[in-house]
């Protein structure tokens, strides 16, 4: 069964930082393409972040450029985004998701990504 399990969400002040996990059991990372996303209360799901199959090309939207550094490490079949200088705009469930059909970013497109986690809450909020 193949799964992703985000963690590393929580409450955070405005300039902090968070580094978020997405760790993946029943299939191979290297061979998948991983973006994060997020999605805040009546807002649509929103892509931050992607990373190729073999980790070495990374993409990020311009709401993530700059302060969210996306990485992987395919020996603990994990990817991390690490997030800094916070904002209580970033407040939002934050997703992980997987795609084998590229080697590349495909873009921020939900339906290109068949695999997703079941989330991890950020709130930002002094």
């Known amino acids: 069964q193949l799964q992703l399990v985000e963690s590393g969400g929580g409450l955070v002040q405005p300039g902090g930082s968070l580094r978020l996990s997405c760790a993946a059991s029943?299939?191979?990372?290297?061979?998948?393409?991983i973006g994060w996303f997020r999605q805040a209360p009546g807002k649509a799901r929103e892509g931050l972040s992607c990373?190729?199959?073999?980790?070495?090309?990374?993409d990020y939207a311009d709401s993530a450029k700059g302060r969210f550094t996306i990485s992987k490490d395919n020996a603990k079949n994990t990817v991390y985004l690490q997030m800094t200088s916070l904002k209580p705009e970033d407040t939002a469930v934050y997703y992980c998701?997987?795609?084998?059909?590229?080697?590349?970013?495909?873009?921020?497109?939900?339906?290109?990504?068949?695999?997703w986690g079941q989330g991890t809450q950020v709130t930002v909020s002094s």
């Open positions: 029943g299939f191979t990372l290297a061979n998948y393409v």
């Open positions: 990373i190729s199959k073999g980790g070495e090309l990374t």
């Open positions: 998701a997987a795609t084998p059909g590229h080697y590349y970013c495909p873009g921020y497109d939900p339906y290109d990504f068949d695999t």
